[in-house]
């Protein structure tokens, strides 16, 4: 790749958002534009792994909600208080629903259009999201985790964060990657230890991360 070409994908990526690139890379173009490309493997090898756990996480937390309220839309049921932001989220999906289906969607449609953060919401204080959701339900779903409510939360949180800076197409190569892979692989033995086992074996990540520095140095080619 001429200097030159190197310039027109720095314009077409944005000057503003290949700069920390450019940065962690002591200004060294060639070298940046490496870690971009790796940036984007990486990001992609998460998202098998983020997507088996949000998918096993609701799937979970649905039927759980449904056998305690005993009706496959128990969010609209009248024992049901959800927070201001609970409810928009809802309404939100209920809405992209209704453009897209007219009236015909199913509760297995609205379980994928609710976002991550309203499944992760649920696990949080709410309106006294505890004692509605989190001890008769939503603890289950988590099994042998031994500790609080709060602190699993702050973890599924973290995982809702990551997840939506890939989604967002935002940088991630300056994080503790090991790390975000361990917690994704412990919480997702909580609620799947066959799909942690799965991922702890096949999963794309350690072998991306175990090539970054070469990917870096020029020895491996770039992956996009």
Same mark, same amino acid.
């Given at each position: 790749?001429?200097?030159?070409?190197?310039k027109? =994908?720095?314009? *077409?990526?944005?000057? !503003?958002?290949?700069?920390?690139f450019l940065?962690?890379?002591?200004g060294?173009l060639?070298?940046?534009?490496?870690?971009?490309?790796?940036?984007g !493997? =990486?990001?992609?090898a998460f998202?098998?792994?983020?997507?088996?756990?949000?998918?096993?996480?609701?799937? #979970?937390?649905h039927?759980?909600l449904?056998?305690?309220?005993?009706?496959?839309d128990?969010?609209?049921?009248?024992?049901?208080?959800?927070t201001?932001?609970? @409810?928009?989220?809802?309404?939100s999906?209920?809405?992209?629903?209704?453009?897209?289906?007219?009236?015909?969607?199913?509760?297995?449609?609205m379980?994928?259009?609710?976002t991550?953060?309203?499944?992760?919401?649920?696990?949080?204080?709410g309106?006294?999201?505890?004692?509605q959701?989190?001890?008769p *339900?939503l603890?289950?779903?988590f099994?042998g985790?031994?500790?609080?409510r709060?602190?699993?939360?702050?973890?599924l949180?973290h995982?809702?964060k990551?997840?939506? @800076? =890939?989604?967002h197409?935002e940088? =991630?190569?300056? @994080?503790?990657?090991?790390?975000d892979?361990?917690?994704l692989?412990k919480?997702?033995?909580?609620? #799947?230890?066959e799909?942690a *086992?799965l991922?702890?074996?096949? #999963?794309?990540?350690?072998?991306v991360?175990?090539?970054?520095?070469a990917v870096?140095s020029?020895?491996?080619?770039?992956?996009?």
């Amino acid at each position: 790749m001429t200097e030159d070409e190197a310039k027109r =994908i720095v314009d *077409a990526i944005s000057a !503003e958002r290949f700069q920390p690139f450019l940065d962690e890379c002591g200004g060294d173009l060639a070298m940046a534009l490496r870690l971009y490309c790796w940036d984007g !493997e =990486i990001s992609r090898a998460f998202l098998g792994v983020l997507r088996d756990f949000e998918v096993a996480m609701r799937n #979970s937390f649905h039927a759980k909600l449904s056998g305690r309220y005993n009706r496959t839309d128990w969010w609209d049921s009248p024992r049901v208080q959800l927070t201001t932001k609970g @409810r928009e989220q809802v309404r939100s999906a209920q809405q992209a629903l209704h453009r897209e289906y007219g009236a015909g969607f199913t509760a297995d449609d609205m379980v994928a259009k609710l976002t991550l953060g309203f499944w992760v919401g649920l696990t949080g204080r709410g309106l006294n999201y505890e004692m509605q959701f989190w001890n008769p *339900a939503l603890r289950h779903t988590f099994r042998g985790y031994q500790g609080r409510r709060g602190a699993l939360q702050q973890q599924l949180d973290h995982v809702r964060k990551f997840r939506n @800076r =890939i989604g967002h197409h935002e940088r =991630i190569c300056h @994080r503790h990657l090991p790390k975000d892979f361990d917690t994704l692989l412990k919480l997702m033995h909580y609620v #799947s230890p066959e799909k942690a *086992a799965l991922h702890r074996q096949h #999963s794309q990540v350690p072998a991306v991360l175990a090539r970054k520095a070469a990917v870096l140095s020029g020895r491996e080619p770039v992956r996009v």
